[in-house]
């Protein structure tokens, strides 16, 4: 059973505009939230975090949102830059040990 | 270097034959997991060690499958009696407590 779901496999953006990658979790218990964005042929690599006591996380260009009682997040990049065009996964814990990933949505930004 | 480091990169093996592969962590971090992603999945969790102790298994990881971390830092995966549907990335994480993992680049595991 696919406990965090990312419904959009794919996105496409224009250059400069912003890009919002959405996710939805089921556990009640998921505590602590992490977005990953993965290049072929490379490990992901760990994007920006959030737990459950905020609602809003930024770093740069970068900000990622949780909203509790409707268990789902959403991370917004903005502006969007071609160099941004990768697989964006978000993950959830309870007690932050073994996270549960989605399937991922391939952002393409177009320049 | 300081990242997650995995060896081999790539292996392809004969079903019926028996692989392993190995992970090193970023040194001062005591937590290491391993994950196996597929083809248009994300990763999903195999087992996680809390320096040498192995904490946590998957019910995915079946009775071929063993990890190890001896002394706590590297960790080995060894897989037995190789099946077709063993072919997938296997990632290895580290991390210091709880918090953003750090990847490796995977070992992308086909059995022929």
Not at chain 1, 71 to 95: E, M, N, R, T, W
Request: charged fraction near 20%; glycine fraction near 8%.
């Amino acid at each position: 059973d696919q406990q965090v779901k990312q419904n959009s496999p794919s996105l496409s953006v224009q250059e400069g505009r912003i890009s919002i990658l959405n996710c939805d979790y089921t556990n009640s218990m998921f505590d602590y939230f992490l977005w990953y964005k993965k290049y072929p042929a490379e490990g992901p690599t760990f994007l920006i975090s959030i737990s459950s006591i905020k609602d809003k996380n930024e770093d740069g260009r970068f900000t990622v949102f949780l909203n509790k009682s409707a268990k789902h997040l959403s991370l917004h990049i903005v502006p969007s830059q071609p160099g941004d065009s990768a697989v964006y996964f978000c993950a959830a814990s309870a007690q932050g040990n073994q996270f549960y990933f989605g399937t991922g949505t391939s952002l393409t930004v177009i320049p | 270097d300081t990242g997650v480091s995995q060896n081999p990169r790539h292996k392809i093996t004969k079903r019926g034959q028996n692989v392993t592969f190995r992970c090193d962590p970023i040194s001062e971090h005591n937590r290491l997991y391993w994950y196996r992603q597929t083809l248009g999945q994300g990763p999903e969790f195999l087992t996680y060690f809390q320096n040498e102790a192995q904490l946590e298994k998957s019910r995915l990881l079946s009775d071929r499958f063993s990890a190890e971390r001896p002394k706590g830092s590297f960790s080995t995966l060894e897989i037995q009696r190789t099946e077709q549907g063993d072919s997938a990335m296997y990632l290895c994480a580290s991390s210091l407590e709880v918090g953003g993992y750090t990847f490796g680049s995977g070992t992308r595991l086909t059995v022929v």
